[in-house]
T-cell receptor
């Protein structure tokens, strides 16, 4: 079991550019979560999918951020017109989606917006 | 709303001393409580979880008791080691829901 895979591990973009982050959940897991991690805010929930359907995006900034899960083997988080304040580690996690369940995290993508 | 509050760091301890990281939670529902640990360059990984009130969870010498009356889930270890240096997160997940509520994390550095 390879665990949750996130690519790229590091990404540097210029202000105003687009950034797309990829996540491959653990095989067989039906729930996928995205978090943003900063020193100041800690772990912030962004959004989650279950069986590829968006369930809760209450943590997503209303502008410039979007997430998709086109198939059960990957999800993407896209940030348009990146700003320096978007610099953070973006973490993806997956779980079986059952009631008594644990989230398993990937290593994260460190995004730096210059 | 639901929330988790934990000891603010950073915490620095000498090897062999005891650790307590306080965690308090707020929810009107019936949560499972978790402790996660995150090492540099990695994502958080589960340390242990406790789904039932008044039960204790433990792993690698760490332990915490789910105290429903006090709404607390404090992490303890009797004797820390340098390899315990990491960030520790307390979290809750309500029964029937998938999303987690995390505390802000407590950074622990253990010096030899």
């Amino acid at each position: 079991n390879a665990g949750v895979i996130q690519t790229p591990r590091h990404k540097v973009t210029g202000k105003g550019q687009e950034a797309t982050l990829w996540c491959e959940p653990i095989s067989g897991h039906s729930a996928v979560f995205w978090y943003r991690q900063t020193i100041v805010q800690g772990l912030e929930f962004l959004t989650y999918f279950r069986n590829q359907a968006p369930i809760d995006d209450s943590g997503m900034p209303k502008e410039r951020f979007s997430a998709q899960m086109p198939n059960q083997s990957h999800s993407t988080l896209k940030i348009q017109s990146t700003q320096p304040q978007d610099s953070a580690v973006y973490l993806c996690a997956s779980s079986l989606g059952t009631n008594q369940d644990t989230q398993y995290f990937g290593p994260g993508t460190r995004l730096l917006v210059l | 709303g639901d929330s988790v509050t934990q000891t603010e760091g950073p915490v620095t301890l000498s090897e062999g001393t005891s650790l307590t990281v306080n965690c308090s939670y707020e929810t009107k529902q019936y949560p499972t409580l978790f402790w996660y640990v995150q090492y540099p360059g990695e994502g958080p990984q589960l340390l242990f979880k406790v789904p039932k009130a008044n039960e204790k969870g433990s792993n690698r010498g760490f332990e915490a008791t789910y105290n429903k009356e006090a709404t607390s889930f404090h992490l303890q270890k009797a004797s820390v080691q340098e390899s315990d240096s990491a960030v520790y997160y307390c979290a809750l997940r309500n029964t029937g829901y998938q999303n987690f509520y995390f505390g802000k994390g407590t950074s622990l550095t253990v010096i030899p």
